[in-house]
């Protein structure tokens, strides 16, 4: 595995997909059952950005400056995303009154500082150290549970929950040539298990992963629930990695209406070059 969680922590992709997130969470719960939050790629749960400098085996320059970096210290932040940059500053007590935080949390930690006494948390992490240490980092924390095991087979083996009620996030590497792929295939085995559950894919903007590659299988799948994608656009010009996307099944009720104000912001505030922009569009609609 090449990816390296630490040097990608807290930069532009990490604020828009958990900027997201929680907004996803927080939509859940407007009902007051309880759900289960399945993260299929936890990665080791949070992270000590003094590390970020650490990408393989050269130092380089960390990626969160220009990510929750640019949030820090603005005061005119709109609701969904004060709420995410509020969370970060309160994971960690040494974040509070800090010019920059130094601890980012993961996926596994915005959704549980989210929960409520009547959410579960399955986290999913198959590379051992990462797994061993999100173990640790978890390990007094009830209604949580730490698997080492393919998020894939998780989708198909976890649902449906016991609460009958379920968001989960698909947030793989990209690494494998096969991986839009493989989302396809376990989201349509997920869809016939527990065509209610909300799935929460992130994905690059890159020319070697091809979004519209990941459009067209969702467009293929039986049945395809109502499906938002939501995207953001920092560089148009970049030769890597241009922005990110989201891609939302079963959005939770006007989810959208907080949704689309946010990433209008982070286009603008995450920009790094010019020709910046977001978008919010349904794949599909509710028949």
Known sequence: ????????????????????????????QRKPSGFLFLDTHSGPGSYDLARAKQGGSLARQPEHPDGIGRLWAR?????????YVDLVRRFDPRNAD???????????????????????LALCERQPAENLALGRSFAQEE????????????????????????????????????????????????????????????????GRVGAATLYDGLRDLPHLPPTLVADIIV??????????????????WEFEKSAEPALRYLARILAQARGASSNLRWLRRSP
């Open 143 to 206: 209604r949580v549970s730490v698997h080492a095991m393919d998020g894939y087979v998780a989708l198909r083996g976890m649902l449906p929950p016991p609460e009958r009620r379920a968001l989960a996030l698909i947030d793989p590497p990209f690494e494998a040539k096969d991986e839009i792929a493989r989302i396809v295939a376990a989201l349509g085995e997920a869809l016939q298990r527990f065509p209610k559950g909300v799935y929460a894919i992130w994905y690059p903007l890159t």
């Open 98 to 120: 800090a010019s920059a935080p130094r601890v980012y949390p993961g996926s596994p930690w915005i959704a549980r500082r989210l929960a409520r006494p009547q959410d579960r």
């Open 75 to 83: 005061k005119d932040l709109p609701p969904p995303l004060g709420e």
């Open 1 to 28: 595995m090449n990816y390296r969680h630490h040097f990608h922590a807290g930069n532009f992709a990490d604020v828009m997909k958990h900027a997201l997130l929680v907004q996803l969470v927080l939509g859940m």
């Open 235 to 252: 560089d148009p010009e970049s030769a890597r990695m241009i922005g990110c996307g989201m891609a939302i099944l079963n959005p939770p």
